[in-house]
């Protein structure tokens, strides 16, 4: 069972990173078109089209995409349901029915946080690689959009030190103590 858990985690952790990225590139005013958001767009378009069908015009129309933040919600409840079906599945609660309803949005809280906060490091250590081994790279680019804003509060108070930005290293460190508090 173990490994049915390990899968599901996984599935919902692409899916709704996915989502997020999505929704941060569209914040971000990202060309699409190229890498990552070809790859973005084909993994949740399938969920955020029809969410986005369904949500208010003044939502619809606004900077911030919430049809991707929804769907992202969407999958981590939908994570959230699964697991309790499962852990259900396996050993039946005795009463407490509407607490164990109460573990469907907390799973999903978590999941969001870690995905968010797994996801940055990713993206973090994937453009320090990068600026380091390609600097050329078109993809580094986007990478530079995509985590620039993030890293632009720490560059103000932490200086370069021998002409290395350490900020990424920073914000990894950060990213990593907040993983370890969701634990």
Request: with cysteine.
């Amino acid at each position: 069972m173990r490994v049915l858990f390990f899968l599901l985690e996984t599935l919902f952790f692409f899916l709704v990173g996915a989502a997020l990225l999505r929704a941060w590139m569209n914040q971000l005013r990202i060309n699409m078109s190229g890498q990552p958001g070809r790859f973005v767009m084909a993994l949740t378009h399938w969920l955020v089209a029809p969410v986005r069908r369904i949500l208010p015009k003044g939502m619809a129309q606004s900077r911030i995409d919430w049809g991707s933040l929804m769907a992202a919600l969407l999958l981590a409840l939908i994570y959230g349901g699964l697991w309790l079906v499962l852990v259900l599945a396996l050993s039946p609660l005795d009463g407490a029915p509407v607490a164990s309803m109460l573990v469907i949005p907390t799973l999903a809280f978590k999941l969001l946080l870690r995905v968010l906060l797994q996801g940055l490091m990713v993206l973090l250590l994937v453009y320090a690689v990068l600026s380091w081994v390609q600097p050329a790279s078109s993809v580094l680019t986007t990478l530079e959009r995509l985590c620039g804003p993030i890293l632009k509060p720490i560059r103000r108070f932490l200086p370069l030190i021998g002409g290395v930005d350490l900020s990424v290293l920073v914000l990894i460190i950060l990213l990593q103590v907040g993983l370890i508090m969701l634990g």
